[in-house]
């Protein structure tokens, strides 16, 4: 336990020393935001801090600090680290980066800023991956709130129809202005979110010695002996680093009123999402008690596993408060990744989207096939895990390219020394990660853990070097 409540501590820590640090490198000043320069009624809106904070904690927590933290707990506590340093020294300066230079840009997508920051075709492959990544992302958080309304509700009431209902929803708040369906219920759902996270947390640390927390170990104590490097680091993504977030922030950077908002809100947000990743992962590890008897109740489906936490730590009415929360994550994740496709697809076609008949012409087909893929996932037995395992890859390797754009930003803006490296460091770091899953991953190319360590390694060692010669060349020119 006293892991954990340190966890929470330098989390804190981190968000009140090095967001300062993140925010300096950046140096916000007063110049009008997309929120008050555009202001076109639909998706640049201004907002007050703590709503537009709000919306963006949701935005960001969906499946991933929950389901994510629960699967990267079957490792053991060393679970922990990764979701603490992740977070203050990739993950919250990945979100706060990515909304800030979007903000910088009008309210860019990080497709657009790909280009150009990195070139043309990058910004065309940022633009191919993003969408897709979104739509995975949106199958996601359709797939995994249906199943757990499907055990709070009448038999008729079941996965499939609930998978409808979301989409129907999905519909209207991909359509709608800004503050018209997101920005009023947004923020009564983030209380909602804190405090069933808060519930969950507190019935286990004062249940009179019922559960027990471990203390932080390097240790893998994964039953199937799976490597924490580089598995563990894809299948938290949410809760520490992830590259959804990237597709996120830009939305909310067009509803910002200044940029000195910009820690509170990005920066804020991406460390309470790793205080939630946190409270699941210990939920998990506490308890099952080992991490064989979690893998066994995974393969039951997560939305089991939250289920059967929720309720047996709090009781079946507490346990239903809890699990309607979490139902709240995903849905108010969704959304969002559809809406985010649609401003990514509106850019590339160059649609006014005050026009509500282009918003209908991107978002019908989006949602068809979001349906389909929400269909793959129902009707088959492990449609949800092979679905989440190429959107974590995705989320990740955009983490990647998001952070190597934050790069190129800073060395354009003359940030020399430490500034850019503060997001060349964990974009290297991602890099190593990204690349040496997918090499030995079974939906990738199942090469030896060696032979992936080694190309992992290098092409992160490589990209280094690319950095470090545009650092000094660029640095001499000025």
């Known amino acids: 336990m006293i892991s954990l409540l340190l966890s929470f501590a330098i989390l804190i820590i981190g968000y009140f020393a090095y967001g300062r640090v993140t925010e300096k490198i950046f140096a916000p000043d007063d110049r009008p935001t997309p929120a008050v320069a555009i202001n076109d009624g639909v998706d640049c809106v201004p907002m007050k801090t703590w709503k537009a904070f709000l919306i963006q904690l949701l935005n960001i927590a969906g499946t991933g600090p929950i389901f994510g933290a629960l699967m990267g707990a079957v490792f053991g506590p060393v679970v922990f680290l990764w979701i603490v340093f992740g977070s203050i020294l990739g993950g919250a300066v990945h979100d706060y980066m990515s909304g800030m230079i979007s903000c910088r840009h009008g309210g860019a997508s990080i497709a657009e800023l790909s280009g150009t920051y990195l070139g043309n075709l990058a910004k065309w492959v940022m633009r191919i991956f993003s969408v897709v990544l979104l739509v995975l992302c949106g199958t996601v958080f359709v797939t995994s709130p249906a199943g757990l309304l499907d055990k709070l509700t009448p038999p008729w009431m079941n996965g499939t129809f609930w998978a409808l209902v979301i989409l129907a929803y999905y519909l209207l708040a991909t359509l709608l202005p800004m503050d018209k369906l997101i920005g009023r219920l947004y923020p009564i759902f983030g209380v909602l979110l804190i405090v069933m996270a808060g519930a969950v947390i507190g019935g286990i640390l004062f249940s009179g010695g019922k559960y027990t927390i471990p203390e932080i170990s390097l240790n893998n104590l994964h039953p199937a002996g799976t490597p924490v490097w580089p598995y563990m680091f894809i299948t938290v993504a949410c809760g520490a680093v992830s590259g959804f977030h990237a597709t996120q922030s830009p939305m909310i950077a067009k509803c910002i009123q200044s940029e000195k908002e910009g820690r509170k809100i990005f920066y804020g947000a991406m460390i309470s999402e790793s205080v939630i990743a946190l409270v699941w992962a210990a939920a998990g590890v506490s308890f099952y008690g080992t991490t064989q008897l979690l893998s066994q109740a995974l393969a039951n489906g997560a939305s089991n596993v ?20 979490v139902v709240v994550c995903p849905i108010t994740s969704g959304d969002t990744a559809f809406r985010s496709a649609r401003l990514i697809l509106a850019e590339i076609f160059r649609l006014d989207q005050k026009n509500i008949r282009n918003r209908l012409i991107i978002t019908i087909p989006l949602l068809m096939l979001g349906g389909l893929l929400t269909w793959f996932a129902i009707v088959n037995d492990n449609g949800f895990q092979t679905i989440w395992r190429y959107f974590s890859w995705s989320n990740q390797t955009l983490a990647m390219i998001a952070l190597w754009v934050s790069t190129a930003y800073l060395l354009k803006n003359g940030k020399y020394r430490f500034g850019s490296l503060a997001t060349a460091l964990p974009a290297t770091f ?7 899953y997918i090499l030995m991953a079974d939906e990738g190319f199942r090469l030896g853990q060696t032979v992936s360590y080694l ?3 290098t092409a992160a060692v490589i990209l280094l070097g690319i950095y470090l010669f545009a650092l000094v060349r660029q640095k001499a020119s000025r």
């Open 306 to 325: 939250v289920y059967e936490i929720s309720t047996g730590v709090l009781g079946v009415v507490g346990g239903i408060l809890a699990v309607v929360g």
């Open 430 to 436: 991602m890099t190593a990660v990204s690349l040496t």
């Open 455 to 457: 190309f992992g390694a």
